[in-house]
């Protein structure tokens, strides 16, 4: 047992891209039966990485609820357009959280220290490109950082 144990890798993270994605204001559907419903558009954006690089085109949106304990869940989906025209749909689920004080200065588009809270999630790829299928045999996790007009998300494949 002691051998198989010695024998397991342990994971590491390797970047794949720093986006930039621009976002307009909340549209508030209201309360739910857990928390507040609110959709904010994607606007448009841009993403680098050693592998892919490109922009985010407009028409995404994240869809969160702020839950009554103060988390945010997002669930954003988007398209992103490599420099060589490749499509790439991504859909990244994940909280963002922080103490009461630092949130409500998150919802009133404040700028705030991105340690301060709590932002990962979760970046699922689907595309048919063939130069990109190396994104479906992947595991990828991502730190956020929101800004008043933009979210900057980094992006890392689990190795």
Do not use: C
């Not at 448009?44 to 990485?49: E, L, M, N, P, Q």
């Not at 398209?79 to 790439?88: F, H, K, P, R």
Request: charged share 25%; no cysteine; aromatic share 8%.
């Amino acid at each position: 047992m002691e051998n198989l144990l010695q024998s397991q890798i342990e994971p590491s993270l390797r970047l794949l891209y720093t986006s930039s994605v621009e976002v307009g204001p909340p549209m508030i559907v209201g309360d739910i039966s857990y928390g507040e419903r609110r959709i904010i558009p994607i606007t448009g954006g841009s993403f680098s990485g050693p592998r892919l690089s490109g922009r985010v085109l407009p028409g995404g949106a994240d869809w969160q609820v702020i839950r009554r304990d103060g988390i945010a869940e997002l669930e954003a989906r988007y398209t992103l357009e490599t420099d060589d025209g490749a499509l790439i749909y991504v859909l990244n689920k994940g909280i963002r959280s922080g103490s009461q004080e630092v949130m409500e200065r998150l919802a009133r588009g404040e700028a705030v220290h991105p340690g301060e809270y709590y932002f990962r999630t979760r970046p699922v790829f689907e595309t048919g490109a063939a130069t990109y299928q190396w994104l479906h045999r992947l595991i990828a996790v991502a730190t956020g950082e929101r800004l008043p007009d933009k979210v900057i998300i980094t992006a890392y494949e689990v190795t």
